[in-house]
Nanobody
Framework: VQLVESGGGLVQPGGSLRLSCAASGYTFSTNVMSWYRQAPGKEREEVATISISGPGTYYADSVKGRFTISRDNARNTVYLQMNSLKPEDTAVYYC???????WGQGTQVTVSS
């Protein structure tokens, strides 16, 4: 099982980024997928989760209305569209597949002017 994130970077407050997580080594389409983040000095927290087929989603209160999780089962990829970014969104973002308790390596998102 392997998860590879991409799409992080430096963005100004109010800007947008789209994170991608490419999955391999298991049946992607039959597994729930999640995004977590960890800021310096803080615990890792769940940001968003998407159900197997896509309609069912969960968002942390801090990102509701700004972030959107989606998946493409044909491409074995899960996405996190992040809009209206704030400095407090700065963190390492991780992709996670609960069914296999496997994490990606993480991608850094920095929101700063």
């Amino acid at each position: 099982v392997q998860l590879v994130e991409s799409g992080g970077g430096l963005v100004q407050p109010g800007g947008s980024l789209r994170l991608s997580c490419a999955a391999s080594g298991y049946t992607f389409s039959t597994n729930v997928m999640s995004w977590y983040r960890q800021a310096p000095g803080k615990e890792r927290e769940e940001v968003a989760t998407i159900s197997i087929s896509g309609p069912g989603t969960y968002y942390a209160d801090s990102v509701k209305g700004r972030f959107t999780i989606s998946r493409d089962n044909a491409r074995n990829t899960v996405y996190l569209q992040m809009n209206s970014l704030k400095p407090e969104d700065t963190a390492v973002y991780y992709c996670y597949v609960p069914g296999y308790r496997t994490w990606g390596q993480g991608t850094q998102v920095t929101v700063s002017s």
